[in-house]
């Protein structure tokens, strides 16, 4: 079982900064796959980023290319979302998951793919950005 915990988030004004991090334990260091997803209130939950542990790959939806980073951590196997320039509409829960294989590559670039893509999940943690 593989356990990921989430940290950072808090609360924002339009147009600051946060950072959240994910650290996973896993049975295996080899190359995983990690991304964040976001549930607003009253919303279905949606991909955010996505990158391949060891070789860095990313893939951010059109929502927050150019403002969010996605990175991998010091530690292996653990990431962190840089979230700058920050709308109302990013508020939310922001979960972490992870699988233990490649990122989804329909067409060979690397994707975000879908929650059932993602076989581990933390509990989330709140983004509140206020105006």
């Known amino acids: 079982q593989v356990r990921l915990r989430e940290s950072g988030g808090g609360s924002v004004q339009v147009g600051g900064s946060l950072n959240v991090s994910c650290v996973a334990a896993?049975?295996?260091?080899?190359?995983?796959?990690m991304a964040w997803f976001r549930q607003a209130p009253g919303k279905e939950r949606e991909g955010v980023a996505a990158i391949l542990t060891g070789d860095g790959d990313t893939f951010y939806t059109d929502a927050v290319r150019g403002r969010f980073t996605i990175a991998q951590g010091h530690e292996q196997n653990t990431m962190n979302l840089q979230m700058d320039s920050l709308k109302p509409e990013d508020a939310g829960m922001y979960y972490c998951?992870?699988?233990?294989?490649?990122?989804?590559?329909?067409?060979?670039?690397?994707?975000?793919?879908?929650?059932?893509?993602?076989?581990?999940w933390g509990q989330g943690i709140q983004v509140v950005v206020s105006s």
């Open positions: 998951a992870l699988r233990e294989r490649n990122c989804p590559r329909p067409n060979g670039d690397l994707a975000m793919g879908l929650q059932n893509d993602y076989t581990f």
């Open positions: 896993v049975y295996s260091y080899r190359r995983n796959c």
